[in-house]
């Protein structure tokens, strides 16, 4: 169940007041930039939690509607694991986490939780700036067998995610842009 009063500009504003750092910073895809979006800054604050997982379970329900159902979650360490762990809690839906790579004890696996193939799987992300990060957890996915609907953020830097994840044929959804968040570079 989700609340449909959860207010996006309240969301948006405690994202940013949380996490948004300003400097030098050199980003997972190798970029420099002058801000940075801290994700574990609002993803380990309860109050901020909340409200994005609320949003990403209304995304989520729109999504089964147009995708004919969604089975599961995921997200990839770190990162994604608060993300899709709050997520689950609201839409009830059982989670994947993605490692960056398998591990080199136990069973070994790079992919965590219970998969069937053809399951229907909505991949959350936290920040997205080239969509690097997901497409290769995707490819984890789709190797399992998923059939993965749509990749969704929390938010979209706008530095090439939508492009270069829609044109693996992937649906592409952000909960916030940086200009949502009030960033001008």
């Not at 989700?2 to 996006?8: E, L, P």
């Not at 970029?31 to 609002?42: G, H, I, P």
């Not at 916030?176 to 009030?182: E, I, Q």
Request: aromatic residues 6%; glycine residues 10%; charged residues 25%.
């Amino acid at each position: 169940m989700t609340n449909a009063g959860t207010d996006r500009d309240s969301v948006a504003k405690a994202i940013a007041d949380a996490s948004l750092l300003r400097g030098t910073f050199t980003l997972r895809s190798g970029r420099t930039s002058s801000y940075y979006l801290d994700k574990y800054r609002f993803s380990t604050r309860p109050e901020v939690l909340g409200p994005v997982a609320e949003l990403f379970a209304e995304r989520v329900a729109v999504l089964s509607d147009s995708a004919g159902g969604v089975d599961r979650l995921a997200g990839a360490e770190l990162g994604g694991i608060p993300l899709v762990a709050a997520a689950c809690l609201v839409t009830g839906h059982p989670t994947l986490f993605v490692r960056n790579a398998k591990k080199d004890y136990g069973t070994a696996k790079q992919l965590e939780g219970t998969i069937e193939p053809g399951d229907r799987v909505v991949f959350l992300e936290d920040v997205a700036t080239t969509g690097g990060q997901a497409l290769e957890a995707v490819g984890v996915l789709r190797e399992a067998g998923a059939s993965v609907v749509a990749v969704v953020a929390a938010i979209d830097r706008e530095e090439g995610a939508r492009e270069n994840i829609e044109a693996a044929g992937l649906r592409f959804e952000a909960l916030f842009t940086k200009r949502d968040l009030g960033i001008d570079d």
